[in-house]
T-cell receptor, first 110, second 114 residues
Framework: QKEVEQNSGPLSVPEGAIASLNCTYS??????FFWYRQYSGKSPELIMF????GDKEDGRFTAQLNKASQYVSLLIRDSQPSDSATYLC??????????FGTGTRLKVLA | DAGITQSPRHKVTETGTPVTLRCHQT?????MYWYRQDPGHGLRLIHY???????DKGEVSDGYSVSRSKTEDFLLTLESATSSQTSVYFC?????????????FGPGTRLTVL
């Protein structure tokens, strides 16, 4: 059973701090990795994707991938209360399928 | 916005009744997916389609069937709804132009089976 694991949280950080969200995956053949943000009652929204080892930055978000250790992380700099949401990690497994973690709930405290 | 709509957005039905959920996309994406989302389980794949009339099962396909007779529509049918199928259902497409084959989600359908 291929899996994607995330800590369910909640992860609480003060406003302006860096939030660090982590995800591990079991399928060594995974090629593409995604982070989604999901507000309560809404659908998942793609915020970052990464393919190669290392860091990828987009605005306040940085995705980090380490294929040898099979983990992917998301850093959110200068966290804002509007960043409070559940963050889903997803991994493309094979040609068609995607496996999702159960999500980490982030709370940014004003 | 990947041009995905789902209907209905909310539905309450009774055990044993058939239910069909519709996913409609306007951008000619080849790949379409149905997921369900439940507390503690995250998003789980029910069925997916890789073309018209080409579908396959996901990890939680029991009790569900799908059909895709045209590119823009992917239907999910619960032949005889059960209370365990109470969930939020999301349709997704895989971006045909995306370098990393990103998925984008529709707004979801909240289904309650009494």
């Amino acid at each position: 059973q291929k899996e994607v694991e995330q800590n369910s949280g909640p992860l609480s950080v003060p406003e302006g701090a860096i939030a660090s969200l982590n995800c591990t995956y079991s399928d060594r053949g995974s090629q593409s990795f995604f982070w989604y943000r999901q507000y309560s009652g809404k659908s998942p929204e793609l915020i970052m994707f990464i393919y190669s080892n290392g860091d990828k930055e987009d605005g306040r978000f940085t995705a980090q991938l380490n294929k040898a250790s099979q983990y992917v992380s998301l850093l959110i700099r200068d966290s804002q209360p509007s960043d409070s949401a559940t963050y889903l990690c997803a991994v493309r497994s094979g040609t068609y399928k995607y496996i999702f973690g159960t999500g980490t709930r982030l709370k940014v405290l004003a | 916005d990947a041009g995905i709509t789902q209907s209905p957005r909310h539905k309450v039905t009774e055990t044993g009744t058939p239910v069909t959920l519709r996913c409609h996309q306007t951008e000619n994406h080849r790949y379409m997916y149905w997921y369900r989302q439940d507390p503690g389980h995250g998003l789980r794949l029910i069925h997916y389609s890789y073309g018209v009339k080409d579908t396959d099962k996901g990890e939680v396909s029991d009790g569900y069937s799908v059909s895709r007779s045209k590119t823009e529509d992917f239907l999910l049918t619960l032949e005889s709804a059960t209370s365990s199928q109470t969930s939020v259902y999301f349709c997704a497409i895989r971006d045909r132009d995306g370098q990393y084959n990103e998925q984008f989600f529709g707004p979801g359908t909240r289904l309650t089976v009494l």
